[in-house]
């Protein structure tokens, strides 16, 4: 089942302006990860944050998670051309390690 | 490391016919792969969880039947779409899990580059 949610479900945005999408879902998690595919592509891994986390950074990637209000944020900084592409987000939450997907967010950035 | 392979990456079929896809884990060995499906322009659903040595876990509503999956060793896992149909139609992914401590405890998941199924 698909618990998570995001918002916008797409974006266009100039290069070089940031890029915010967020995240919801509905019970706990153990772990939220967020994830890029680029048109009829797999998927790329970006970041991890686990649920006694409340932020981290990657280059240009900062994840904030927010486990009250069960919620997680995705800001790309000073965005490319190339950061064009679908943004999804996962929750782990137990010994299974399913990884359940968000609805994702279509993220374009204009030259 | 941890690259995942799927093959083919695209396959043609007619309907009734079935259609196999691996997915293989490179360079680690996978006790757990998982399926998902995806149709154009929405997440990824997931299917099943595969593993090694014992009978697929399907999710709620995917049927067993249709979608066989065979894990018979830890760098192989296989889907097959049986008596395919153009609703079947879709791109379907695989994802594995590492025997290695830093990907199992992380429990990043490594995805194979899809395939894409028409069924004509």
């Known amino acids: 089942s698909q618990q998570g949610e995001e918002d916008p479900q797409a974006l266009s945005i100039q290069e070089g302006e940031n890029a915010t999408m967020n995240c919801s879902y509905k019970t706990s998690i153990n772990n939220l990860q967020w994830y890029r595919q680029n048109s009829g592509r797999g998927l790329v891994h970006l970041i991890l944050i686990r649920s006694n986390e409340r932020e981290k950074h990657s280059g240009r990637l900062r994840v904030t998670l927010d486990t009250s209000k069960k919620s997680s944020s995705l800001l790309i900084t000073a965005s490319r051309a190339a950061d064009t592409a679908s943004y999804f987000c996962a929750t782990g939450g137990d010994s299974s390690y399913k990884l359940i997907f968000g609805s994702g967010t279509r993220l374009l950035v204009r030259p | 490391g941890a690259v995942v392979s799927q093959h083919p990456s695209w396959v043609i079929c007619k309907s009734g016919t079935s259609v196999k896809i691996e997915c293989r884990s490179l360079d680690f060995q996978a006790t757990t792969m998982f399926w998902y499906r995806q149709f154009p322009k929405q997440s990824l659903m997931l299917m099943a969880t595969s593993n090694e040595g014992s009978k697929a876990t399907y999710e709620q509503g995917v049927e067993k039947d249709k979608f066989l999956i065979n894990h018979a060793s830890l760098t192989l896992s296989t889907l097959t779409v049986t008596s395919a149909h153009p609703e079947d139609s879709s791109f379907y992914i695989c994802?594995?899990?590492?025997?290695?401590?830093?990907?199992?405890?992380?429990?990043?998941?490594?995805f194979g580059p899809g395939t894409r199924l028409t069924v004509l």
């Open positions: 994802s594995a899990l590492g025997l290695a401590g830093e990907v199992w405890s992380n429990n990043e998941q490594f």
